[in-house]
């Protein structure tokens, strides 16, 4: 059986696009949250994305997954898996089949704002899980996790690095409020990049194929189409910088010349000095005990750590 439950006012995602394009690009400097990558192109270029060679963190959560996912189960015995931000469905699957192997599955909760992505999702799971309940909702995970359904104990699985997107002001919020909607003895799983050495770290923002930088200045042409503007998108370069002081990568669009773009959806005309550079994405790496001060400050327990052969990427399991 499938049920969604809708969560965003059809609005929501063009109201929240006008708010953080006039925020972000009024500023100084000037910046654009990541969450606007993701249009269909965006989302199909980030799938091309995880298949680079210079892209290790999908393969090496992969790896975990598929080694971990039976001890996932083991020790957590989850009726309910919940999947914030639950993008391809194919490292959840490794996660059902775990949990289901083990007998305790019932219900499959996918947390998505995109209602399109989120009902193929749910169709897709349904039709090779016919007899698990998938129960999706329509949300942001930064808003709308007081909502999440679902027989106890659940695991909400947060994957791919995603957390790495929020500054860690954001993640504290964000570790408190799983915490919050979870019932003492619930799991969180959580994947986190690690720091490892610059080069690697630079190359899988920045591959020889220029994939990432599609997928950068992927954003301007969603605020095109979305608000009428006219950047001149192939006028702008893709950086990504390794900032060492906070342990993140960080990727930015570099106008290549002096530039006026008008926004006409919010009244706007907005000046580019050349070489002036955008934000627009923060892509946090994470150490150990970085992971585990941040989870004991929003009060989870009972930590368990894997990472890959490589140590390139970490998945951690905690209970509420
Ligand atoms: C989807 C946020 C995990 O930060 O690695 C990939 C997005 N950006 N290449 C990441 C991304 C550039 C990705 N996350």
Redesign the pocket.
Known sequence: MTQIDVHLTPDHAARALREDARAGLTADPKWLP?KW?YDARGSEL?EQ??RLPE?Y?TRAEREILQTRAGEIAAITKAHTLVEL?S?SSEKTRLLLDGLRDHGSLTTFVPLDVSESALRDAADAINVDYPTLDVHGVVGDFTAHLDKLPGEPPRIVAFL???I??LLPAERATFYASVRDVLEPGEWLLLGT?LVKDPNTLVA??DDSAGV?AE??RNVLRVINRQLGADFDVDAFSHV?IWDAENEW?E?HLRADRAMRVLIPEIHLEIDFAEGEELST?V?AKFERHGVQAELDQAGFTNATWWTDTKARFALSLWQA
Do not use: C
Request: no cysteine; proline share 8%; glycine share 20%.
């Open positions: 990541p990558f980030f994305i995880t892209y963190p931000g993008g791919g690095g995603t790495g997107n990049d899988a923002y990432t997928f950068n990504a990568i990727m994405e892509s």
